[in-house]
């Protein structure tokens, strides 16, 4: 089956300092990713999807500027929080589509200090 | 944006006992899938479910869809205790360029 591999898996920065999350697709070619951030017990807030090759597409009210998402290959996105700060601190999910179907990273647990 | 809702928010229900979780959306859909995740790790994929069908079953899952009604119920019978995790519905709707939309789930605990 397909597998995704995120890293890092947790992560504390200081506030204001910039952190990047990859996401890869082990053992097949992913033309987009998604990128989601989930609070404590909370749902899966889709963020943006990435597209290799071009732009990422963002939802409403992700700032774009804060979240910079790359797509410079077929297996590899990563998610850049810029400038991070507390309110920052979430659990950042990436998921790619193949023929098998939506596979999921194992997540990120981001805590900005 | 968030399209699923689910309820109840939260359930607790007594190892061997069903647990039956319920999903609305509000577009029309290519398929519906249920997920499971234990508290801070990654998604499970569970179950899909295509438009054109009204019910499937995996070992001790049943899902059904209603898209009449727009809604969709998973049961898990003879619960484990094993099972307690947060378990949510995920639409694939269409024109959305295959992204998944997830509902705010249901957090089942199963106690022995």
């Known amino acids: 089956g397909a597998v995704v591999s995120q890293h890092p898996s947790w992560v504390i920065c200081k506030s204001g300092t910039s952190v990047k999350i990859e996401c890869r697709s082990l053992d097949f070619q992913a033309t987009t990713m998604f990128w989601y951030r989930q609070f404590p017990k909370q749902s899966l807030m889709l963020m943006a999807t990435s597209n290799e090759g071009s732009k990422a597409t963002y939802e409403q009210g992700v700032e774009k500027d804060k979240f910079l998402i790359n797509h410079a290959s077929l297996t590899l996105s990563t998610l850049t929080v810029t400038s991070a700060h507390p309110e920052d601190s979430s659990f950042y999910i990436c998921?790619?589509?193949?023929?098998?179907?939506?596979?999921f990273g194992s997540g990120t647990r981001l805590t900005v200090v | 944006s968030q399209q699923g809702e689910e309820d109840p928010q939260a359930l607790s229900i007594q190892e061997g006992e069903n647990a039956t979780m319920n999903c609305s959306y509000k577009t029309s859909i290519n398929n519906l899938q249920w997920y499971r995740q234990n508290s801070g790790r990654g998604l499970v994929h569970l179950i899909l479910?295509?438009?054109?069908?009204r019910e499937k079953h995996s070992g001790r899952l049943r899902v059904t869809l209603d898209t009449s009604k727009k809604s969709s119920s998973l049961l898990i019978t003879a619960s484990r205790a094993a099972d307690t995790a947060s378990y949510f519905c995920a639409t694939d709707a269409y024109n959305q360029g295959g992204k998944l939309i997830f509902g705010q789930g249901t957090e089942l605990s199963v106690k022995p």
């Open positions: 998921s790619a589509r193949s023929d098998y179907g939506y596979t």
């Open positions: 479910i295509r438009s054109n069908e």
